[in-house]
């Protein structure tokens, strides 16, 4: 076969010189093309032939377009040749046919078979390397994928990718010369790849069935990285219309959906989702992604955290495309598009079927929940849409966490408003949301549950009843002495993370503000009988608040837990429930601080307590507002020690003594309850 071909060439080249005078010795071509034949009969490639013939080719490009196609379509045939691939890059042919194509356009037969070439000798050869130094390391180099992404020829090849006449040959080019080759893929994602695919795929006149996967790999590799500025905004439809293909494999639409997931991390492509009512379309290919993602899924009841390596990329990939809804459904433009009433929210509200995969129901809980961001949406999607329900539906299943994770969310979103916490909190919502509580190998969803209590909680006395039923109505039973809150301060003497530690303790102090407040629409019976049932059941309610006041990184935090102690050294059985957080030395020692403004050995208190939170430390507050706060727990630590010694509660009588010494110091006169900071 590769005698023939020099032997066609040799033809060439006879008919060139008979017809046109050139400045070449003929008869030397020749001759380097008859010993390269019988040098091929033995497996050998005559390199120099191969370089004699590149410097004849020169002289046929300006003048001799008909010859030079004749030769360049042999070697295109050739070059099919994984045998003969390395020849073209080390004689020099290759990077003259890269020249040949910079200098033409449209549909011409020297571009066409120019392209062959270039495209074949880049197509496995990976085997042929040379080095090249970055940061005093070697790296292996394609010769041949390395000339066809210079800065000479790489622009051109991207520029006749906009042309739908040649895609059928210029698409498998680039796609041989980036395939496994990170070098090219960053070179050509560089030089607008993207772009020019996108204005490809845009084009009426392009059929892109049968480049159908070529296109979506060179789409996937040409984004990530890549800055979109340079991409129109409707680039993002021409995604959506490709993946809305007939024809589209599955392997083909995660690459799409990749592709897709880079532009929708650009507030820009958000709106002009929301803008043109592409959201639907969105929501679609989660609904066609679903069966991907689950057939490509291990057989379990859990998320597949370390499976195979496709089910992980199908999986990250849905996961992307939900986040990127999660946050197109956060903006305001959003929710002014797309009102309760409308189609989508429909479609949403049915994913929150128990029978749903469970990326769909994430997907809607998260939108959801993003939309239920006033009281009127809010209440309507209770009172009207009974999603609430749903949610605690989802709730029963704990089989998949990050669903869990997504409703309880969801559900803590419902219940801001003051109307709709009575109706979401029930005696089975409570029950549900303590299930979690137990779930010690995921914090997260610990802490989301113990923040929906806190909300629930929040001005609904009703509620604060259901968590202090028994976990039993039997009298025999050790579980009629528990109560769903022993369960939750089990949960704080258990769990090692701290934000979970806050929340728990910034529930109890929502308890007593909820009790407190409601005792002025209550009989006093009521009001005492909630009061006794909290400290004869809970003896140590007082431990997370404790825990609040002995660190002073959130300042806020620290303030909420002085006032909840003082509220609850009101009562006589309040202030013996307090007294037992202070007979710790420790706790004892934060209190004379905060009342002196000194620590106990004499210096300045400094910060204490976890660092895991950054919100409303001292770092991020003003000074007048530090010092503001700090002048607030010092009056509610003043009247914390005021009930204390009136209600004659049990301590350590070192510490009374202390006591009595810093309201003496401090001139405070004890009365009555004293008046609370707030």
Known sequence: MAERMFASLGVVVQHAAEEHELDVDVQEVLNALQRAGEESRRGLRDIEALSILRTFLGQLLPSNPQDLLEAASILANASRDSFWRPSFGQSGLLDFFLHAQTINDGENGILIQSLRIIGNACADTGLIFVTWQQGGSDFPTDINRELAISQAYLPSLVRHVKNPRLSNIIIPVIYNICNDYERAQHAFRMHGLCPALISLLADPQFDAVSLLTYICVLLDLSTEQYDLVACSDHSISTLVELLQHDDIEPDDMLLVVNAMNVFLRHERFQRYFVEHDLVNILVEVIVRLSPIVTARAPQTNLPSVGGDADDEVSSSLQGAMIHALSDISAT????????????????????????????????????LGNLARSDVVCQEMVNRLGLHGRLLELLEDQIHPQVSYAALGFLRNLTLPTENKGVVGTQRSVELISRFWSVDANPQIQHASVSLLRQLLNGCIGNVRWLLDSLSTDQDSPAYEKTYLSLLLLLFRRTDDAATQFEIARTVATICRCISSSSQGLPLESTNAIWHRLYGMHLDIATPLAMMISQSRFPILRSEGWFALALMARTREGSAAVSEVFQQLEVFGVLVTTIT??????????ASGPTTMSDNSDSDSRPEQVEEMKAKDRENALVLVNELLRHTVRLDFLLVGILRQLCSHLSFVSHSAGALSL
Do not use: H
């Not at 433009?333 to 994430?362: C, M, R």
């Not at 403004?597 to 400094?606: C, F, I, L, V």
């Open 332 to 367: 305001s433009d959003f929710a002014e598009k797309y009102t309760i009433n409308s189609s989508l929210v429909t479609t949403l509200t049915g994913w929150l079927g128990f029978t749903q995969p469970q990326q769909i129901q994430i997907c809607a809980c998260l939108m």
């Open 597 to 606: 403004g000194q620590s106990t050995n004499g210096s300045e208190r400094r």
